[in-house]
């Protein structure tokens, strides 16, 4: 890769030609099915599939091509024609397969055969579904003898809500919530916040209310690479006249202007919106003190001269103000400029447009939940919409940007480990049994007894669980000494190349491909981030005969290991998902009323949400001010000037730990994702040059090692004392105890690092 690396600005808009151009490479560079451009045409449409990128929202009037290009490139990724088939296995060992990087193990191809290990020859072996399911039942048995407590069921945040609803079931019946979700390194911060400032875990937006926002505040969010078909509804909006104001460490492109590729006028004119009025490069970790900041200007603004604050609603809706208040009063203009990295100035302006906008809306993504104060930073948002009754109308609200398409989903229907939030005793009554009420793992939990050796299974539906969470060489030394390990995935990654003692690697069909069983073709759902309800309907012929869908394979392996129960209809359910949709209607009347019926509505149906007509399931019964945890969201390293705060991020050329390729466009970093992003001051600083090779090292005090070398540095328009590189590459650096209060998601936008020349540095010329 070496020999192509370019690192220079990049100086068009988000979307635009350089969409178009990327695309191309990449249906291309994929071999995608020659069916996988008409694909691109039934992309979220009404009867079409759901895209299995992002989890932002359809509009029930969709555009002629209601895709992006990560969408896109999501699409031609599954529906590649190359393929991992048992010869291929043949003829990589294992141990040689881990010294392959990420794009090169998923670019193989799906999986084809269901594929036992064999640890004498190293090797992946085909092997048939029933041996597969005998093994793996009989394996899960002999670990629920011993404590059901000792597998974990994980999901990544794709499967659909009949595939989800089922896998919660077979863990609980199995006798645990051990139910981890990719969830839980990611927005479960939001589903710990929001229940206990507005009384639900999910966003209050809708989709329409990008039409009615005359302001909307952008929080570490990225949606040019990570939800671009929201730029859309942000370029409607700037062109409206709506301002949008954002807070982000990084000037990213999405957030400063766009082309819509679908556009042909606006392609042939080139012109692009403005899209952020206003950017304010926050430091990591420093929005707790900006928000702080603002309000703290309002409530001054006020006190000066009334007419800011939303009287009536804060007296009629809210409760805690004064203590919030008093807060903000206590801060001094001196820390909340320190911490936050910006001007009195600023936030006084910023805190001026949110005062002059009527209705006003809060997006967010992972700046906020990745951080130690992630929860306090999710409700400080909150309050500071709050403070003008910007919850419970048009146009406002509080917007969390879900990652995975159906995580928000797979929370509805059960899969958590928090046996509190799911309607035990329905699932009792219908299936006739004594469900685990103790508290189940979540992904940090997981991965510590893993570490500890405290778990002998661990079922993953979907995901790259090992490649996607913290401390990854603990993790790796760790994990083969599972008994059970079994992966139910479409392509080959790093998870798969440590096993136990008896591992399997399950092919299933993608959501894109055509599900056919006993009673026809299947379709499945899906929950947006807006909290709408899907079907999705796949189009393209499944890969290889071979595969089984991911019902199917939940189902098999809940016979295979569970006691019969003549009271769940495995069988049945897999022969008409419509049967399971039945199931989660009855477990769930007030979302899932007429789910059969409804999931066919254009844009989906909206689950009700409370706080859109102000009604607070809350412990006050009104939507609660919280006192913010601390200015800093970040972990204290003290006053260590050494120590800079490293943010894992995502380029524009991946999906998580699915690594499409080595261009991460808009910021320019071309041919590598080895680079670490630092503010030229910190460059000189530490005597170090651009272009050189760097280590960086995690700076705790617990004495676990974790370094990464091989880091360029790329001088960029960064806060002094944060420096940006990729994720999953940097998770050797993230330390597992360091997660969200709260949520437990892990911290992985301020990790604290020391950077120092490599020996072997070289000094490569400074590209263009
Ligand atoms: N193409 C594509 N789409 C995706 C994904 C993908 O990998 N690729 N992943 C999906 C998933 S699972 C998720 S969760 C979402 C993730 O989407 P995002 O939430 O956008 O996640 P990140 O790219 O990790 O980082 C978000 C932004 O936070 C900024 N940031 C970092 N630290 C801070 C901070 O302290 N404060 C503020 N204000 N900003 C900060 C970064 O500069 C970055 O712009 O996207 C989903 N969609
Ligand atoms: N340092 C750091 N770590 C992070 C993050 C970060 O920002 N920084 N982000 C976190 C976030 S937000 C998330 S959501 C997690 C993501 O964690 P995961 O959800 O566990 O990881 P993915 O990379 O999305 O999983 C990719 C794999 O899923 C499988 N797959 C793809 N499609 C399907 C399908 O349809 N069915 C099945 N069964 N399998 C499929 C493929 O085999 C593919 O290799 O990572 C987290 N980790
Ligand atoms: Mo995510």
């Given at each position: 890769m070496n020999s192509h690396i370019r690192i220079r600005r990049y100086e068009g808009p988000a979307g635009g030609w350089g969409s178009v151009q990327s695309l191309v490479q990449n249906a291309v560079k994929s071999r995608a099915r020659s069916y996988s451009l008409a694909a691109l045409a039934q992309q979220n449409k009404a009867k079409g599939f759901a895209c299995v990128s992002c989890a932002w929202s359809k509009p029930a009037?969709?555009?002629?091509?209601?895709?992006?290009e990560n969408g896109a490139k999501a699409t031609f990724w599954e529906l590649t024609g190359r393929t991992a088939t048992p010869e291929f296995f043949a003829a990589h060992t294992v141990a040689e397969l881990r010294t392959w990087d990420d794009y090169h193990l998923e670019a193989v191809g799906r999986l084809t055969q269901p594929m036992r290990y064999d640890h004498l020859l190293d090797i992946y072996e085909p092997v048939s579904w029933e041996v597969a399911f005998e093994e793996i039942g009989r394996e899960l048995k002999a670990i629920s003898v011993d404590d059901?407590?000792?597998t974990i069921f994980y999901a990544s945040g794709r499967a659909s809500l009949e595939t989800s609803y089922m896998y919660q079931l077979l863990a609980r019946l199995y006798?645990?919530?051990?139910?981890?979700?990719?969830s839980n390194m990611c927005h479960e911060t939001t589903s710990v916040a929001l229940p206990e400032v507005i009384?639900?875990?999910?966003?209050?937006?809708?989709?329409?209310d990008f039409d009615h926002a005359d302001a909307i505040f952008f929080f570490g969010?990225?949606?040019?690479?990570?939800?671009?078909?929201?730029l859309h509804q942000l370029q409607e909006a700037a062109k409206r006249g709506c301002v949008i104001v954002t807070f982000n460490p990084l000037r990213e492109r999405g957030l400063e202007r766009f082309t819509n590729p679908q556009s042909p006028v606006e392609m042939l004119t080139r012109s692009e919106t403005k899209i952020s009025h206003r950017y304010y490069q926050v430091r990591s970790g420093g929005d707790i003190a900006a928000m702080t900041g603002m309000c703290k200007s309002l409530f001054e603004r006020e006190e000066a001269s009334?007419?800011?604050?939303?009287h009536g609603f804060l007296a009629e809706h809210c409760h805690g103000l004064d203590d919030f208040r008093l807060f903000c009063e206590q801060q001094s203009w001196d820390a909340l400029e320190a911490e936050s990295g910006l001007k009195r100035a600023d936030l006084e302006e910023a805190a001026a447009i949110y005062a002059q906008s009527k209705a006003v809306m809060g997006v967010y993504g992972m700046g906020l939940t990745q951080h130690k104060h992630g929860v306090s930073s999710v409700q400080t948002l909150v309050n500071l919409l709050l403070l003008r009754g910007n919850?419970?109308?048009?146009?406002a609200g509080i917007c969390p940007v879900r990652g995975h398409s159906n995580v928000q989903g797979q929370r509805t229907v059960g899969i958590t480990e928090?046996?509190?939030?799911?309607?035990l005793e329905r699932l009792a009554e219908m299936y006739g049994f004594e469900p685990p009420r103790e508290e189940g793992l979540t992904t940090v939990d997981a991965c510590r007894a893993i570490i500890d050796g405290d778990i002998r299974g661990f079922v993953g539906l979907g995901g790259n669980f090992l490649r996607a969470v913290p401390e990854t060489s603990l993790m790796e030394d760790a994990?083969?000494?599972?008994?059970l390990t079994v992966q139910i995935a479409t392509k080959l990654n790093r998870n798969h190349l440590f096993n136990g003692d008896v591992a399997y690697l399950l092919p299933c069909l993608g959501r894109i491909e055509v599900d056919m069983q006993a009673s026809g073709q299947q379709v499945v759902t899906i929950e947006d981030s807006t909290a709408c309800v899907h079907a999705s309907k796949g189009r393209a012929h499944p890969i290889s005969k071979h595969l089984l869908s991911e019902a199917k394979i939940v189902a098999e392996i809940a016979k295979a290991s569970l006691?019969?129960?003549?009271?769940?209809p495995w069988d049945e359910w897999v022969a008409d998902y419509g049967k399971v949709r039945d199931a989660i209607e009855a477990t769930y009347p007030d979302i899932f009323k007429s789910f059969n019926e409804r999931m066919w509505t254009p844009g989906g149906f909206e689950r009700p949400l409370g706080a859109n007509v102000r009604k607070w399931k809350t412990d006050t019964g009104k939507a609660n001010f919280k006192v913010p945890?601390?200015?800093?969201a970040s972990f204290d390293t003290g006053d260590q000037p050494d120590v800079m705060r490293l943010m894992t991020l995502r380029s524009n050329d991946q999906f998580n730990t699915t690594v499409?390729?080595?261009?991460?466009r808009f910021r320019g970093v071309?041919?590598?994702?080895m680079i670490v992003f630092m503010n030229p001051a910190d460059i000189r600083r530490f005597g170090l040059a651009e272009g050189r090779n760097v280590t960086l090292q995690t700076a705790t005090s617990d004495n676990v090692p974790r370094s990464l070398s091989g880091l360029r540095v790329v001088a960029y328009d960064?806060?002094?004392?944060c420096c940006g590189a990729y994720y999953p590459e940097c998770?050797?650096?993230?330390?597992?105890?360091?997660h969200a209060e709260g949520?437990?998601?892990?911290?992985?936008?301020s990790v604290p690092v020391r950077v120092s020349a490599d020996a072997a540095g070289v000094r490569l010329e400074a590209a263009e």
């Open positions: 009037k969709p555009n002629p091509a209601e895709f992006c059901p407590k000792k006798g645990n919530n051990n139910l981890p979700d990719s009384g639900q875990p999910v966003g209050s937006v809708r989709l329409s969010h990225n949606p040019g690479s990570n939800a671009p078909r929201m009334g007419g800011i604050l939303d919850i419970g109308r048009p146009g928090k046996p509190h939030l799911v309607p994990w083969p000494r599972m008994r006691a019969p129960n003549a009271r769940v945890k601390a200015l800093s499409y390729g080595y261009s991460d071309e041919g590598t994702r960064i806060p002094a004392g998770n050797v650096l993230v330390p597992l105890e360091q949520s437990k998601v892990p911290a992985g936008k």
